[in-house]
């Protein structure tokens, strides 16, 4: 499917040179000089149209067909030098800033962007002096990004302070790193040595990290396919079963999951897995009065504990206020 795309896209910017130079063709003349059927060719018409240099209409490719010719209205208006407008300048200059500052990132990359950076201002004009008002932060802040990347590359061993969300708790790590990568938000794939298994880390929940003198010998392992996302349940990751009400059918469409039976409320009975039950306790205390953990028991039983302390935080805050209230009368 990836090859056949990228043979498509190759096609159609030869298409665009091929058809310029040849007003009217014939359709299958130009199928013949492309080795390609005439309805691979009219699929090929049908997206061109879609292409530009940008989105505001009069610079989209003009191109129809009638079955036997093609024709090509605006080829001239195309063809044009491109002028970048106000917005896209300032969105390309404000993203050209924000990478030359990324940490990791090699000097003779960063001083080639920031000449880039430069010819583009002077190109901008005003625009430019617009972007540079605006910033952007990056997530791994305080060399987290900088120092994973160095240990990759230098085969280091990174010891951690990382805060787990599930348990709400910081924890003490030393890892071996395996990647740095990014769905949604940037993670490390790693060997962890307290786990002693792998383990993905988010960047922004690190909240110290320092290169060790150790050196980084993670076990082999297979790298995961992240195309189908971050969260990809194994097979013997622990089964748990959530039944939620109508209010609840949300859980379906964001967690992945084995099945999810209807119930007559117009709930849903959803069994899944994960390598981390514990993790669902917040999902319990979310969804509140639409929805509970069936099992495992312990499960269920820590997650109506977990609710309890919560009302009674509640309790005592709302004791507290009126107390306060009334000593101030």
């Not at 940008?54 to 063809?79: C, E, K, M, Q, Y």
């Not at 990132?105 to 583009?120: V, W």
């Not at 069936?294 to 302390?309: F, N």
Request: charged share 30%; glycine share 6%.
């Amino acid at each position: 499917m990836a090859s056949n795309a990228i043979d498509q896209t190759r096609r159609m910017l030869s298409l665009v040179t091929y058809l310029r130079e040849r007003p009217g063709a014939h359709v299958s003349d130009v199928a013949r000089a492309f080795g390609i059927t005439q309805d691979e060719l009219i699929s090929d018409l049908d997206v061109l149209p879609l292409c530009g240099t940008s989105f505001r209409g009069g610079d989209l490719l003009d191109i129809d067909t009638d079955g036997d010719r093609i024709w090509w209205h605006n080829p001239d208006d195309v063809a044009a030098p491109l002028r970048l407008a106000a917005d896209e300048a300032t969105a390309l200059l404000v993203a050209a800033r924000a990478v030359s500052t990324l940490p990791g990132l090699r000097e003779s990359d960063r001083q080639a962007l920031l000449r880039a950076t430069a010819k583009l201002e002077t190109a901008a004009g005003e625009a430019a002096g617009a972007s540079a008002r605006l910033s952007v932060t990056f997530e791994s802040e305080g060399g987290v990004f900088a120092d994973v990347d160095r240990a990759i590359s230098e085969r280091r061993r990174l010891w951690l302070r990382y805060y787990s969300p599930a348990r709400d708790e910081l924890t003490e790590r030393e890892v071996d790193p395996i990647r740095l990568f990014a769905v949604g938000h940037t993670y490390m794939e790693a060997w962890c040595y307290l786990s002693e298994a792998r383990r993905t880390f988010r960047l922004d929940r690190v909240a110290e990290i320092r290169i060790m003198d150790e050196p980084s010998a993670p076990p082999e392992v297979e790298l995961r396919d992240l195309s189908e996302g971050l969260v990809q349940p194994a097979a013997e990751d622990p089964e748990v079963v959530i039944e939620v009400g109508p209010g609840g059918r949300w859980v379906a469409e964001y967690y992945p999951h084995d099945s999810a039976e209807e119930l007559p409320d117009g709930g849903l009975r959803i069994t899944l897995r994960t390598p981390d039950p514990t993790s669902l306790r917040r999902l319990a205390l979310r969804l509140g009065g639409d929805g509970h953990i069936v099992s495992p028991a312990d499960l269920a039983d820590s997650a109506r504990q977990a609710a309890r302390e919560a009302l009674a935080a509640y309790d005592r805050h709302q004791d507290g206020s009126y107390d306060r209230q009334e000593q101030g009368r």
